[in-house]
Nanobody, 126 residues
C-alpha cells in the first residue's frame, strides 16, 4: 500500500520559515515527479511546487516563487519544500503528491498526480 506522509507543518510568524517533508512508502518514487499543493479554507486546492524525478526540473506557483524551494532525496524516497518569508496568504493544508508514471513532467495540474498525502497544516500568525 502506497503512503505519502507529510510532516513539518505548524505555526510560524509572518516572515518565518518552515520545511515540510513527505516520506513515501509502499513503492519507490525515484523515477516519478512529485509535487506540493495546498488548500486554504473556502478555496480550491492549488499548485505550489513540483519537481522532476531527478530533481533537475522544478516548477513553482507565482505566489511562492523566490520564497519556496522544492527538493528531493531519492534514496530516502522523500520530497521537501522549504518555505521562507511566509506570508498571511500562505496558511493552508499542504498536500504532497506523486505521479505513478516514470519520467513524467513536474506538472502544475493536480490530475497528473496519482498518490496523495493526508495533508499537513501550516499556520502563519502576524
Amino acid at each position: 500500500q502506497v503512503q505519502l506522509v507529510e510532516s513539518g507543518g505548524g505555526l510560524v510568524q509572518t516572515g518565518g520559515s518552515l520545511r515540510l517533508s513527505c516520506a513515501a512508502s509502499g513503492r519507490t518514487f525515484g523515477r516519478s515527479a512529485m509535487g506540493w499543493f495546498r488548500q486554504a479554507p473556502g478555496k480550491e486546492r492549488e499548485f505550489v511546487a513540483a519537481i522532476s524525478w531527478n530533481g533537475v526540473n522544478t516548477n513553482y506557483a507565482d505566489s511562492v516563487k523566490g520564497r519556496f524551494t522544492i527538493s528531493r532525496d531519492n534514496p530516502k524516497n522523500t520530497v521537501f519544500v522549504q518555505m521562507n518569508s511566509l506570508k498571511s496568504e500562505d496558511p493552508a493544508i499542504y498536500y504532497c503528491a506523486a505521479r505513478r508514471d516514470s519520467y513524467g513532467s513536474p506538472s502544475y495540474n493536480s490530475w497528473a498526480y496519482d498518490y496523495w498525502g493526508q495533508g499537513n497544516q501550516v499556520t502563519v500568525s502576524s
